[in-house]
């Protein structure tokens, strides 16, 4: 993710990129777990990426 130059003044969404990656590592873990992949978006294409 990027950093923004921008300052957040609204507390609810100052917490938001921390929440996002705790899911996105919650997401990797359960995918491990389960065997199964993940559906995420890079360089502008969705993928389906496999966990190992």
Not at 1 to 12: F, L, R, Y
């Amino acid at each position: 993710m990027k950093e923004q130059t921008n300052p957040i003044k609204d507390e609810d969404m100052e917490k938001v990129e921390a929440a996002l990656r705790r899911a996105r590592i919650r997401a990797r873990e359960t995918a491990k777990l389960k065997g199964t992949s993940l559906i995420i978006f890079k360089d502008g294409q969705i993928v389906k990426q496999r966990v190992d």
